[in-house]
């Protein structure tokens, strides 16, 4: 199964993109995770990273590319991935369909998760309270909300014109989201085929 998680902050890809991995059976490849793994080896490009993150800007295309494209190319050989966190703006869409087609796999779902704004502050909010990321903090919660609407939010009417987008509404307890998302999988051809 080779998917893609397309969410704002606070959606829970995360969560449920660990939960598909382990139904699946496909790797679970957190862009942010990744990147903030990389931003604590320390050198220049960690530190270059760490300060996008921490303002909650987007970190520049190529170096997501650079960071990404090892793992995703291993998971391909390997019986799939959850893409959760990527592609987050247009140009990395179409530098994964590129990298897809080399690699001769195609995507066969886009689980575009969606909450209001509201709900997605508060969870980030909840999150933050309870020891969360240095970058849950309100401001720059706002600023990634925006950031998400502007430059990731395109995505959504990317993947509805190539008929791989499945919405799924995330303002819901994980659990009833988890049995949704499943669901709307299982519907599809390359699950029952
Ligand atoms: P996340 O863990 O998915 O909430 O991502 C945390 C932060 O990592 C984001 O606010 C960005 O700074 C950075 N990030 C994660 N994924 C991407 C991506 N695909 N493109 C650019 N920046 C990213």
């Known amino acids: 199964m080779r998917l ?35 931003a604590r080896t320390g050198g220049g490009l960690g530190r270059e990273i760490a300060a996008y993150q921490a303002r909650g800007d987007l970190v520049p295309d190529q170096i997501v590319l650079d960071v990404l494209t090892p793992a995703v190319v291993e998971a391909a050989a390997e019986g799939g991935y959850i893409l959760d966190g990527f592609p987050r703006t247009l140009p990395q869409a179409t530098a994964a369909a590129e990298l897809a087609a080399r690699l001769g796999v195609t995507l066969d779902a886009a689980v575009y998760l969606h909450a209001p704004d509201d709900v997605l502050t508060q ?10 990321r ?6 720059v919660i706002q600023h990634r909300l925006r950031v998400y609407a502007q430059t990731t939010g395109p995505l959504v009417p990317y993947y509805t014109e190539r008929g791989i987008l499945v919405a799924v509404d995330a303002d819901q307890p994980p659990d009833s989201v988890t049995a949704d998302v499943r669901s709307r999988l299982s519907g599809l051809p ?3 085929s």
């Not at 598909?20 to 990147?35: K, P, Q």
């Open 123 to 132: 969870r980030l909010l909840d999150r933050a309270s309870q020891g969360g």
């Open 134 to 139: 240095s970058d849950d903090v309100a401001d």
């Open 4 to 38: 893609l998680l397309l969410a704002p902050p606070g959606a829970g890809k995360g969560t449920q993109g660990e939960r598909l991995a382990a139904w699946s059976g496909a790797r679970h490849i957190a862009a942010g995770d990744l990147l903030r793994a990389e």
């Open 190 to 192: 390359f699950l029952t």
